[in-house]
């Protein structure tokens, strides 16, 4: 199993971002697809949840409104797009296989001015 995220990088306040996570190495339509983020000196959180061919979300009260979570499963990749970002979004971002020890390595996410 391989996550690759892409995407992160430095962004004033109020600008976007789109993260991608491909997935390689299981049946991507068959899971529950999530994404988490770990803030400096905080402990890791849940940001956005799809079910497995995008018909449920949930996401964190913190991002409602702000962040939009999706998923190609022909591409076998999930995809968060975040808006109004806020300086507290900055973050490790990382994608997740839900039921999983599977996690892809991070892309970091810096929202300052």
């Known amino acids: 199993v391989q996550l690759v995220e892409s995407g992160g990088g430095l962004v004033q306040p109020g600008g976007s971002l789109r993260l991608s996570c491909a997935a390689s190495?299981?049946?991507?339509?068959?899971?529950?697809m999530s994404w988490y983020r770990r803030a400096p000196g905080k402990e890791r959180e849940l940001v956005a949840r799809?079910?497995?061919?995008?018909?449920?979300?949930n996401y964190a009260d913190s991002v409602k409104g702000r962040f939009t979570i999706s998923r190609d499963n022909a591409k076998n990749t999930v995809f968060l797009q975040m808006s109004s970002l806020k300086p507290e979004d900055t973050a490790v971002y990382f994608c997740?296989?839900?039921?999983?020890?599977?996690w892809g390595q991070g892309t970091q996410v810096t929202v300052s001015s």
């Open positions: 997740h296989v839900r039921n999983s020890n599977y």
């Open positions: 799809i079910s497995n061919f995008g018909g449920a979300t």
């Open positions: 190495g299981f049946t991507f339509s068959s899971y529950y």
